[in-house]
């Protein structure tokens, strides 16, 4: 169980097109979900935190306007990166927290690797 | 939360244990030690994680000390699958707070056959 997918697993556009990027919850309810952006070499850097049906708090120096996150449903987060530039090439992580605490509590995506041109 | 400080790369032969270490000198009386890794390509994995007792489980062994200033990961009989980056992390985890995790560099550790 607590298994969080994501889709797709690898993208490659244009620069000034949009990406959308999925982030599900397969058998837990995700009352909350992050993501995560890694470049090469790199930690990973949280970028937002979304709560189910509200509007995500994102971290210092990240854009709201240009990754835009849903949250619509308890098992579905949304992260869209608008006019993709090629900095904005890198590893896109999402983890879903489910709801209560047993200890482990956080799960996360396999990843996506946006790369723009 | 509290810092965490890891050696960034460690090896370890593969069959033997692999003994990860991380300091947290500020830790809080309410937090949490976690450990997760990430293998190239991959999202974070989570292994174990423990307030002030040792723990185990099927994945690893974590030793914290007396003080809860410093822990240990243990690997107990190390594979070439768990070539991996290691992050310690230190948090408090609360029900109804954000509980987000904060990634440092991790320690990169590589295992040779």
């Known amino acids: 169980g607590a298994v969080v997918s994501q889709h797709p697993s690898w993208v490659i556009c244009k620069s000034g097109t949009s990406v959308k990027i999925e982030c599900r919850s397969l058998?837990?309810?995700?009352?909350?979900m992050f993501w995560y952006r890694q470049f090469p070499k790199q930690s990973l850097m949280l970028m937002a935190t979304?709560?189910?049906?509200?509007?995500?708090?994102?971290e210092q120096g990240v854009e709201k306007d240009k990754f835009l996150i849903n949250h619509a449903s308890l098992t579905l987060s949304t992260l869209t990166v608008t006019s993709a530039h090629p900095e904005d090439s890198s590893f896109y992580i999402c983890?879903?927290?489910?709801?209560?605490?047993?200890?482990?509590?956080?799960?996360f995506g396999p990843g996506t690797r946006l790369t723009v041109l | 939360d509290a810092k965490t400080t890891q050696p960034p790369s460690m090896d370890c032969a593969e069959g033997r244990a692999a003994n990860l270490p991380c300091n947290h000198s500020?830790?809080?009386?309410?937090?949490?030690v976690y450990w997760y890794r990430q293998i190239h390509s991959q999202g974070p994995q989570y292994i174990i994680h423990?307030?002030?007792n040792n723990e185990t489980n099927e994945m690893a062994s974590l030793i914290i000390t007396e003080d809860r200033k410093s822990s240990t990961l243990i690997l107990p009989h190390a594979t070439l699958r768990d070539t991996a980056v290691y992050y310690c992390?230190?948090?408090?985890?609360?029900?109804?707070?954000?509980?987000?995790?904060?990634f440092g560099g991790g320690t990169r550790l590589m295992v040779k056959p």
């Open positions: 423990g307030l002030k």
């Open positions: 058998d837990f309810q995700a009352t909350t």
């Open positions: 500020t830790i809080s009386g309410n937090e949490y």
């Open positions: 983890s879903a927290r489910m709801s209560g605490w047993n200890g482990n509590e956080q799960f």
């Open positions: 992390i230190v948090r408090v985890v609360e029900s109804n707070a954000g509980n987000m995790l904060t």
């Open positions: 979304s709560n189910e049906g509200s509007k995500a708090t994102y």
